[in-house]
């Protein structure tokens, strides 16, 4: 049976929020997903890769979305291997990558299908994001420069908010309400072409999440591809609610990808200035945390951030098995 999208969610560990996404996508109008009743629209299936959950995400699945496909992890493989295994079974002419902790919102599938039927030129659409609460999350980018990486979402921007780096990076400079060419667009909900995966490739396994959606759409536009921001799609995203189950982890990895990026794409002596300053401002929060905690201030949550913090330093912000 030919599909004409392919849904790909990696989970780990968020089963309640994995089945009101898993009801978003059957309950879209426009669609029909693969296994259910419904007649006419966009045929549609749907892959659920579990990285070895904890929780009841899989019995679940297997019992309320028996029409979905689902692929078991023993270990936790990381967020790109494990859309990797997805992608590589897929049958869609178009291909989304999803995460579990989100909720389409009303005809967002069928908005973003008919875009790119009638822009053959866009191979990547990212629709506009929102929290839980309703207001707009941040979701257009442009290719950081390293100016950006040392002031966006580091112990400087906390010094020096809103900093037109931090500005700029975001494309805080224009509407949110327009649909745009962008640099990239951050990984929540991306619809890609089939075209574009067969001539660009998988996601880069090198980065075990983070940044891997940058890498994938530097290379689709430097492959002559259009990315585009569709704020007339709406995707709510209850923000890092997988990785808020390992801070330390989140941190490793957050901040080695933006690293690794920097050296794939920019060089050795940028990569290793970033990493030294970012291990820099980790080494200031540590000996913050340290002294707050010897005052006696809130020493339960000083010593957990001393921890985390400690573990951060001795990872050398380094991804394990990634050379360019």
Known sequence: MSFDLS?????????????????????????????QESAGGYKVEVWVVDN????????????????????????NLGFTRANNQALRRARGRYLMLLNPDTRLVEDALARML????????????GPQLRYGDGSLQSSRRRFPTLAMALMESTLLEQWFPHNRWARAYRLEDEPSDHIQDVDWVTGACMLVRRQVLETVGLLDERFFMYSEELDWCRRITQAGWRVVYFPQAIVVHYEGKSS??????????FEASKV?????????????????????????????EG?????????????RRVIIYSQVLRSGLRLSGAEV
Not at 114 to 125: D, H, I, K, R, S
Not at 263 to 277: A, C, D, P, T, V
Request: proline share 3%; with cysteine; hydrophobic share 45%.
């Open 291 to 303: 002294l707050k905690f010897l005052l006696g201030h809130k020493r339960a949550l000083r010593k």
């Open 52 to 75: 070895a959950s904890a929780d009841d995400s899989v019995p679940m699945v297997e019992k309320e979305f028996p029409w979905v496909h689902l692929i078991v992890n023993s270990e």
């Open 244 to 253: 808020d189950q390992a801070i330390a982890a989140r941190h490793i990895h």
């Open 260 to 288: 690794f990026y920097f050296r794939k794409y920019h060089g050795r002596l940028q990569s290793e200035f970033l990493r030294l300053f970012l291990l820099g401002t980790y080494f200031y929060r540590l000996l913050e």
């Open 114 to 125: 008919a875009f790119m039927e009638q822009n053959p030129t866009v191979g990547l659409l």
């Open 7 to 35: 849904i790909i969610i990696v989970n780990w560990n968020v089963s309640q929020l994995l089945r009101q996404c898993l009801y978003s996508i059957q309950a879209s109008p426009g669609v029909s997903v693969a296994g």
